[in-house]
């Protein structure tokens, strides 16, 4: 039966080797305890022709240099979720050998997918806090959004469509207009209104300085990972 890489019309091998003598551009993907052997594997084959794109998480530039032949272009980059949907939000940062070709060249490739911003790589874990578990508590807020319109009595599948739906159009005003959150969360309270009563029971459940803590906490993760 064919893989799904075959179905897509892509090559595929169980040959680390091949794909790195076949390829220019390679991704790194595998899990951070089996990327020290895949990159003694592979070591041999590469050359100063090859770009290198890591996309595991606590592995430094620093170390893929360490562990590759020393002139190898090296990019590190950190995904989210929405990617799949093209609407991902990713950093990258380049080694010492990667110029500005190789990274305008993985931008390009990867503008498809999303947002792709470069970024010095102590910005990595902070992204991870922010964009690659922010996901999580986006989820978790769309949830009790819609819980909040259920228990109002409306349907449940219907409540989850609607805040979906506000949660896209809020983030697209964001990015389309370029205003500060501030700004546009002004513009939706009126006078005595009922935004403003539902902001004031956010701000009395401590909303804002939670979802700071948050980041923090898996920034500091991300951090902890790095040196296990």
């Given at each position: 039966s ?5 179905e897509?019309?892509c090559?595929?091998t169980?040959c ?5 003598q ?6 790194l993907?595998?899990k951070p305890?089996?990327?020290p052997?895949v990159l ?9 022709h090859?770009i290198?794109?890591?996309l595991?998480a606590g592995?430094t ?11 190898t272009k090296?990019l590190?980059i950190?995904p989210?979720l929405p990617?799949?949907v093209q ?6 940062s ?5 110029g500005?070709e ?5 931008q390009n490739?990867?503008?498809?997918c ?8 102590s910005y ?6 922010l964009?690659?578990?922010g996901v ?15 228990k109002?009595g ?5 409540a989850?469509?609607i805040a979906?739906?506000?949660?896209l159009?809020?983030?697209k005003m964001?990015l389309?207009?370029?205003?500060h ?19 004031h ?13 948050a980041?923090?906490?898996?920034t500091?993760?991300?951090?902890d990972?790095a040196?296990d």
């Amino acid at each position: 039966s064919l893989s799904r890489g075959q179905e897509l019309g892509c090559r595929t091998t169980h040959c680390n080797l091949e794909v790195v003598q076949r390829s220019t551009l390679v991704f790194l993907a595998t899990k951070p305890h089996v990327l020290p052997g895949v990159l003694e594997e592979i070591r041999p084959a590469v050359g100063s022709h090859h770009i290198v794109v890591s996309l595991v998480a606590g592995v430094t530039i620093h170390t893929l240099q360490k562990l590759l032949p020393p002139w190898t272009k090296v990019l590190r980059i950190m995904p989210n979720l929405p990617c799949v949907v093209q609407a991902g939000a990713m950093v990258f940062s380049r080694g010492s050998s990667a110029g500005d070709e190789e990274s305008a060249l993985l931008q390009n490739l990867l503008s498809s997918c999303g947002l792709c911003e470069e970024v010095p790589e102590s910005y990595i874990d902070i992204h991870t806090g922010l964009s690659g578990s922010g996901v999580a508590y986006v989820y978790l807020f769309a949830e009790a959004l819609a819980e909040g319109a259920v228990k109002m009595g409306m349907p449940g599948a219907l409540a989850g469509r609607i805040a979906a739906q506000t949660l896209l159009g809020a983030a697209k005003m964001l990015l389309e207009t370029g205003e500060h959150p501030a700004k546009l969360r002004g513009d939706v309270c009126t006078p005595g209104g009922t935004t403003i009563h539902a902001l004031h029971q956010l701000e009395k459940g401590a909303l804002r300085a939670t979802v700071m803590s948050a980041v923090e906490a898996a920034t500091n993760r991300a951090g902890d990972m790095a040196k296990d």
